[in-house]
């Protein structure tokens, strides 16, 4: 083999190449010429290394991750391409079989060479993969892809760089984080981080119908002046404006502006202007009843095509997917803590909240119904069940924002406080007791603090004990237990 041939079989268009792409696909096309090696060139684009030219395999990686950052659970499989990325090295593989971090592309290969692409300050900015299905001698391959790996290199560096991230592979990446975002909240800065890239617009705003009508999204940790003027003039336009937007949205479907100066803006859109937006995107984000709209401007006179609106279409929908799911889950795990006749919650949170309980200004109130199961004897378990949802709604309305009631059995109930002595645990009780007696019933409640080194379950036996305390004493009232 003449390798000093193939360099200048490889090289002698580089010079004429226009774009990145081409230089590469010159490259591989030029190497498959002289070996039978499937030929892959991959560079960092974003945080991936991605393929932009190959031949010779029935089948490629479009990508590889450049790194391995992130939780173990989700760090990406080790490479060869990857660790030559990550260490400006070559790599030479006689037998792939032997090398963990070999990734298969097809089941004949025996041997790889990975050399770095280097810009011409020394800067890995991708790689070139070579793979063998049949006896080769890497020493000399491995110096000739080094040359050409440099004047490609070179060529790529003066064409400007690796190729910029197009916006479908923005939108995929986004779309990959807000699978992964844990809350709505989370999910909602994402999505308007997203807008932003993907448009290349400045502000993105989301609003969204929710049980108490539209509201704003959450904002971004960095959103601009345009969107923070946005958000102010959408929050003094109030409720109904954000109505309008929301209805016209998903009436009329997605609309963009122009970028042509004379023409007003319709109605609804009237606070963004007065913000300083002079080119919008407006998509509609779920379902009319639930949903939203999702609006992304700029203070620029600027014409968004049509593939930016569908992409921005594309965004709010898997946002709006990924929302759902989110809400769904809060649902159900909702109504795993959830008691299904008073709406309480039960003894799985009250376990996980009674842990967290602070020595001496946490105070556990537990409460029992006097003659509940007169009730249930004599007017049956349709007459308690009502007596019980009646009883929690008052003993609810009597505690202070910020104290929490659980029903943990059948007529017994426990109230966990903040106090800030025992006396203020007593005056909360006698509220409850009050409480239960307008519903036309009464109560007995025993109360406890935690002592410094106790456990929960103990604090909970000294209440419970309290409480029996004032069953014994004739019910309907308090009892303390000792400190």
């Not at 070996?35 to 499937?38: E, H, K």
């Not at 109504?335 to 909240?353: I, K, M, N």
């Given at each position: 083999m003449d390798h000093e041939r193939v360099l200048r079989d490889v090289t002698v268009r580089l010079p004429t190449a226009s774009t990145v792409p081409e230089a590469c696909q010159w490259t591989v096309a030029a190497l498959a010429r002289h070996?039978?090696?499937?030929a892959t060139i991959l560079l960092r684009v974003h945080d991936r290394l991605r393929c932009v030219a190959a031949t010779g395999a029935w089948q490629v990686f479009s990508h590889v991750p450049a790194t391995a950052d992130g939780p173990a659970r989700q760090r990406p499989e080790p490479s060869v391409v990857r660790r030559v990325y990550a260490s400006g090295e070559t790599a030479a593989v006689p037998d792939v079989t032997a090398d963990p971090d070999y990734l298969p592309v097809r089941p004949d290969v025996t041997a790889e060479l990975c050399v770095p692409v280097r810009d011409p300050a020394g800067r890995p900015i991708g790689v070139l993969d070579l793979q063998w299905s049949e006896p080769v001698?890497?020493?000399?391959?491995?110096?000739?892809?080094?040359?050409?790996?440099?004047?490609?290199?070179?060529?790529?560096?003066?064409?400007?760089?690796?190729?910029?991230?197009?916006?479908?592979e923005k939108l995929l990446r986004h779309a990959a984080a807000f699978t992964a975002a844990p809350t709505g909240w989370d999910l909602m800065t994402a999505a308007i981080t997203a807008a932003r890239d993907v448009s290349a617009l400045s502000a993105a705003v989301l609003v969204l119908?929710?049980?108490?009508?539209?509201?704003?999204?959450?904002?971004?940790?960095?959103?601009?002046?345009?969107?923070?003027?946005?958000?102010?003039?959408?929050?003094?336009?109030?409720?109904?404006?954000?109505?309008k937007m929301v209805d016209r949205a998903h009436r009329y479907g997605s609309a963009y502006t122009l970028g042509e100066a004379g023409h007003p803006p319709t109605e609804e859109y009237l606070?963004?202007?007065?913000?300083?937006?002079?080119?919008?995107?407006?998509?509609?984000?779920?379902?009319?009843?639930?949903?939203?709209?999702?609006?992304?401007?700029?203070?620029?006179?600027?014409?968004?095509?049509?593939?930016?609106?569908?992409?921005?279409?594309?965004?709010?929908?898997?946002a709006w997917t990924c929302l759902d799911r989110l809400r769904t889950l809060a649902r159900l795990r909702e109504?795993?803590?959830?008691?299904?006749?008073?709406?309480?919650?039960?003894?799985?949170?009250?376990?996980?909240?009674?842990a967290s309980a602070m020595p001496g200004r946490t105070a556990l109130l537990a409460i029992d119904v006097d003659g509940f199961k007169d009730v249930n004897d004599t007017y049956g378990h349709q007459a308690g069940d009502r007596l019980l949802v009646g009883l929690a709604r008052a003993l609810e309305g009597a505690l202070r924002q910020g104290d929490e009631l659980y029903r943990t059995g059948g007529d017994e109930f426990v109230a966990v406080i903040e106090v800030s002595h025992p006396q203020e645990a007593v005056g909360i009780a006698e509220r409850l007791t009050e409480a239960a007696r307008r519903t036309g019933r009464t109560i007995s409640v025993g109360i406890a603090l935690p002592r410094p080194g106790e456990t929960p379950e103990r604090t909970l036996h000294r209440a419970d004990q309290a409480l029996y305390a004032v069953k014994r004493h004739g019910r309907d009232g308090i009892h303390l237990s000792a400190a």
């Open positions: 070996t039978p090696a499937t001698t890497l020493a000399p391959w491995r110096e000739t892809a080094e040359r050409l790996a440099d004047r490609l290199g070179a060529r790529i560096a003066a064409l400007g760089g690796p190729p910029a991230e197009s916006r479908s119908t929710g049980r108490r009508g539209p509201r704003l999204g959450a904002p971004t940790d960095t959103p601009g002046d345009l969107e923070a003027r946005i958000r102010a003039e959408l929050t003094d336009a109030g409720p109904v404006a954000l109505e606070p963004l202007t007065r913000a300083g937006a002079r080119t919008l995107v407006a998509v509609p984000v779920g379902a009319p009843a639930a949903g939203g709209v999702l609006l992304v401007a700029d203070e620029r006179a600027l014409r968004p095509d049509p593939t930016t609106v569908n992409l921005i279409e594309l965004l709010a929908g898997q109504q795993a803590s959830s008691d299904p006749l008073t709406g309480l919650r039960h003894t799985g949170p009250f376990g996980q909240r009674i």
